[in-house]
């Protein structure tokens, strides 16, 4: 491409993958997975048949991990983050665009947790500034439309919890998912903080 080597898409994640931190791996696996955002989305299997002798086992090992918890259905990069965050810490897997009806209609939550009734919302600033976010509307509008929202999600008794990119961060992240009630399926390991 104008004189520059490059890799296609199923190489370019997977080597991706093979060098930076789980959570992050996922962001890209995840898009590459969404049939939303291709034309010709990759399927799961295409991208483990990829992973060959180029990579060391340990990197296999961990690439393989990343492509198995990676999703289809993730709304954002922030959303994939989060949620490569929650594996890592322990934290018990919630379930995407869970489908929820209020007396406002039907809403699709970011992550929820059936068990305890619990939905968590990841926002990226872009949803209030950006136009092809703002569709016409003004940025107040918006944040109004999101406050009647999840009004009319904890009128069906549900809890909810909103978290930003600047949450992000691993001890900022558990205390948060810890104070909104977030189950774990296990404890980090210790002396290995999440990554």
Not at 13 to 21: N, S
Not at 105 to 113: A, M, S
Not at 144 to 163: C, P, S, Y
Request: charge should be positive; charged fraction near 30%.
């Amino acid at each position: 491409m104008n004189g520059f080597l490059v890799t296609g898409r199923v190489r370019t994640v997977l080597d991706i993958a093979a060098l930076v931190p789980f959570a992050e791996a996922v962001v890209p696996l995840d898009f590459l997975l969404c049939p939303e955002r291709h034309r010709k989305p990759v399927l799961r299997d295409e991208l483990l048949d990829a992973i060959d002798a180029r990579y060391s086992k340990a990197a296999g090992k961990r690439i393989a991990a990343a492509v198995q918890f990676a999703v289809i259905n993730s709304g954002s990069p922030g959303e994939s983050y989060c949620r490569g965050l929650m594996h890592v810490a322990g934290f018990a897997a919630p379930e995407l665009q869970y489908e929820l009806r209020t007396r406002r209609g039907t809403v699709y939550t970011d992550f929820y947790w059936k068990d305890v009734r619990l939905v968590g919302e990841f926002d990226g600033r872009e949803k209030y500034l950006k136009p092809e976010f703002l569709k016409g509307r003004t940025p107040s509008q918006v944040v109004i439309e999101e406050k009647n929202r999840e009004d009319a999600i904890r009128a069906t008794g549900r809890g909810v919890f909103r978290l930003v990119w600047s949450d992000l961060t691993v001890g900022k992240l558990e205390r948060a998912l810890v104070a909104a009630g977030v189950p774990r399926r296990r404890r980090a390991s210790a002396g290995q903080p999440p990554s």
